[in-house]
């Protein structure tokens, strides 16, 4: 199982699609690793810049609502795992964003709106730490800590800990 938490980058912003989070100009690329440098290229958002240090070290996502809407590239989650992000935190999803997270072996975490609001009121830099089977996500600026309860279903959990689909698939059949 990969490890979940890390450095926080927030997005503070609701309704960041696929096109925001990878260019469609690079969905002709095969190799994961060639989308590496577009991540977020074309996300317009106040105090955010993609091609500042903003991205480097963070391994989690937090934003708002319909994360991951647009149109249903696998490409999306592949640029946040090559960057080494490997799980966000939204109040919801866009449902094969989802999905694609979890069919590669990442978290895809829905938070209640108040939580995330509480969460984007902390100062400092934030580190997420989480324990998929608890589904237990704790939030901390380094003095203070939050935590919050998430749910999995069964078989997003058994992706989760398998690493993705295929590694899920490989054991199973």
């Not at 091609?51 to 640029?79: K, Y």
Request: overall charge negative; hydrophobic content about 45%.
């Amino acid at each position: 199982m990969k490890e979940f938490g890390g450095r926080i980058i927030g997005l503070d912003r609701s309704d960041i699609n696929t096109d925001e989070i990878i260019p469609a100009k690079y969905l002709t690329e095969i190799n994961r690793e060639a989308l590496k440098p577009y991540l977020l290229e074309d996300l317009k958002l106040d105090g955010f810049d993609p091609a500042s240090d903003d991205l480097a070290g963070a391994r989690v996502i937090l934003t708002r609502a319909n994360f991951g809407c647009g149109s249903s590239r696998e490409h999306a989650v592949w640029a946040f795992e090559v960057n080494g992000i490997n799980m966000v935190i939204a109040e919801s999803f866009a449902r094969i964003f989802r999905q694609n997270m979890f069919n590669c072996g990442m978290l895809a975490i829905e938070l209640a709106a108040d939580d995330i609001a509480r969460i984007f009121q902390f100062d400092g830099n934030l580190t997420a730490a989480v324990e998929v089977d608890k589904g237990v996500l704790s939030i901390s600026d380094g003095t203070a800590a939050m935590e919050f309860s998430f749910t999995l279903n069964d078989f997003e959990r058994d992706l989760v800990k398998a690493g993705g689909w295929l590694a899920y698939a490989d054991a199973k059949y």
